[in-house]
């Protein structure tokens, strides 16, 4: 039995040092991934090159200084939060009050049903591309995906969130 014990203390003593080498190996390399899989999201979002920009979050809300606020935001969907990148533009209508038009989203981490949801991963679906060049205003009236009601319907509800976050009007570019 201590035999039995010993040899069960040695094989998890070498699966722990084999995990603790693994993570010391891959996560610089995982942090450089999610970097630049960020910027990315950015430069399609925008169509810029953000890496011009220096990044400065006030809260969920980075003002690019060109017209542009890229906003954070968290919904929760079926299989539990679905967290938003939204691409901002504040413009003055013309009656003179300000309104918020969606120029780009996307999603960069959920957990929603593969197979069902796996639109919200392809920007270039044609409903999330419906959602671009429309007002705060106009969210609410889009129509939810047939099959995947809970997950398009939360991210409508993140969306118009985000739309009406404090920061983007109160606060413009730093100076």
């Not at 999201?41 to 542009?68: K, S, Y």
Request: glycine share 10%.
């Amino acid at each position: 039995m201590v035999r039995g014990l010993g040899s069960l203390l040695g094989i998890s003593f070498c699966c722990a040092l084999l995990l603790g080498l693994t993570h010391q190996l891959t996560t610089a390399r995982i942090e450089r991934n999610q970097t630049a899989h960020f910027w990315r999201q950015v430069n399609q979002l925008t169509g810029i090159d953000a890496h011009a920009f220096r990044v400065e979050w006030q809260g969920d809300v980075w003002h690019l200084c060109n017209g542009l606020a890229l906003v954070r935001g968290e919904t929760r969907g079926y299989g539990g939060p679905i967290h938003l990148l939204a691409a901002l533009q504040l413009e003055t209508g013309q009656d003179g009050t300000d309104q918020i038009v969606v120029r780009g989203v996307s999603v960069t981490r959920h957990q929603e049903t593969p197979g069902i949801a796996d639109f919200i991963s392809q920007p270039e679906h044609p409903w999330l591309q419906r959602l671009i060049e429309l007002g705060s205003d106009r969210i609410g009236n889009v129509e939810a995906v047939t099959g995947a009601t809970i997950t398009s319907k939360a991210i409508l509800r993140g969306l118009d969130d985000i739309t009406h976050y404090p920061a983007l009007v109160r606060s413009r570019c730093p100076q």
